[in-house]
């Protein structure tokens, strides 16, 4: 390697329990969450809410929004299903122009906001989804040191996010025409996701790898098969959501 020449690195967690939150520091952190917090986030900046506010309780949740007062919605789940009391749960249906335009949005997951929690230290914290993907690529071309954070499910490795994961990856490499110095879990999600691009055929290869996935299928068992798809669409929005590490506000650029 030439003297001087900057190393770029890209690495995978698998779980956000995989890396601690020192080791993000000064780095750009990218939290995954295909099925669905991410996806959901994307979904309601994209349809104009002002700016989601991520929590870990519940709680604190109810707090902020008694707070805040009047243009705010509470949105998440527990187990799946809608809080209750809040006026939305975690299905990205739910977050239409017309429910959420113009207003805050204050979100709490099972392990969403708990993968972003897990980033505080890093330098940048991106939201990525199948649907924002490119985006968040061309966002992260001039980044040097960049950690994929997948939130899991219940401290499990889930395929929806390693397959988003390995997409990430694998774009970057191409749209930058550079190598990425990776890690191990890097490596095996780009080789999941271009396994599962190989494999998989039909209208909806991706939506079918995300059914068969543990948060597809935990999805389908509490009826929410719809979220599924609308998880799949790859590129629906040209959006990056970012959350400002000081201000504790996910917002779009």
């Known amino acids: 390697m030439p003297a001087g020449k900057t190393v770029r690195t890209v690495a995978v967690h698998l779980l956000p329990d995989l890396v601690e939150p020192p080791q993000l520091a ?12 991410t996806t959901t986030v ?3 900046l994209a349809n104009g ?17 008694k707070l805040i007062g ?10 799946g299903l809608r809080i209750e ?11 239409s122009e017309q429910v959420v335009g113009g207003k805050t949005v204050i979100f709490t997951t099972t392990n969403g906001t708990r993968a972003m929690q897990r980033c505080k230290l890093a330098k940048r914290v991106l939201l990525a989804s199948f649907v924002n993907l490119s985006a ?16 899991g499910t219940d401290g499990h490795v889930t395929r929806e996010d390693t397959l988003l994961a390995g997409a990430i990856v694998d774009d970057l490499s191409r749209l930058t025409g550079l190598e990425f110095k990776t890690n191990d879990q890097a490596d095996i999600a780009a080789d999941a996701w271009r396994s599962a691009v190989g494999d998989l055929t039909g209208t ?7 059914r068969a996935s543990r948060g597809g299928r935990n999805l389908i068992d509490i009826g929410h098969e719809n979220d599924i798809d609308l998880a799949a669409q790859i590129d629906q929005f040209d959006l990056v959501a970012e959350l400002d590490l000081t201000s504790w506000r996910i917002t779009a650029k």
């Open 136 to 151: 968040v690529c061309r966002e992260l071309a001039d980044e040097s040191e960049i950690d994929i954070v997948c939130a």
């Open 70 to 79: 009047a243009g705010v919605l509470l949105g998440g789940e527990r187990g």
């Open 49 to 65: 809410a002002r700016e989601v506010l991520p929590f870990l309780n519940v709680d604190d949740a109810r707090a902020k929004a």
């Open 42 to 44: 994307v979904h309601a």
């Open 85 to 95: 009391g809040f006026q939305l749960g975690n299905s990205p249906a739910e977050y």
């Open 204 to 210: 909806s290869p991706l939506g079918q790898a995300l």
């Open 26 to 37: 000064g780095k750009t952190a990218v939290v995954i969450d295909v099925l669905r917090a």
